[in-house]
């Protein structure tokens, strides 16, 4: 298990660029596939996009993809999503999400840990 903790959220106007950090706390980060999902007010929560352990594969979903990108750094315990040309259609909460295992899975309910959130809201 490990503990998450989600910043970076805010207010901004489509087009603008934002960047969210997930802190996260134990040992068990480096052996982790994390994960962004966002959950907009009424909808289920959808995948983001993944990294596996070590960074070297990634995968975004197609709603985000070419726009939004997911890093990490292992020796700062912290995954990054960095998020541009953003869209009215992206406003949510973003939730870290961690599993134990290799594969970057689509699903919320493979992931044990998740932070509390924080919440992204883009005008047009």
């Known amino acids: 298990q490990v503990q998450l903790v989600e910043s970076g959220g805010g207010l901004v106007q489509a087009g603008d660029s934002l960047r969210l950090s997930c802190a996260a706390s134990?040992?068990?980060?480096?052996?982790?596939?994390m994960a962004w999902f966002r959950q907009a007010p009424g909808k289920e929560r959808d995948f983001v996009a993944g990294?596996?352990?070590?960074?070297?594969?990634?995968y975004a979903g197609d709603s985000v993809k070419g726009r939004f990108t997911i890093s990490r750094d292992n020796a700062k315990n912290t995954v990054y999503l960095q998020m541009n040309s953003l869209k009215p259609e992206d406003t949510a909460d973003y939730y870290c999400?961690?599993?134990?295992?290799?594969?970057?899975?689509?699903?919320?309910?493979?992931?044990?840990?998740w932070g509390q959130g924080t919440q992204v809201t883009v005008s047009s």
């Open positions: 990294v596996t352990r070590n960074g070297d594969n990634r």
């Open positions: 134990g040992r068990a980060f480096t052996t982790s596939v």
């Open positions: 999400a961690a599993r134990q295992g290799t594969s970057i899975l689509t699903v919320p309910s493979p992931y044990g840990s």
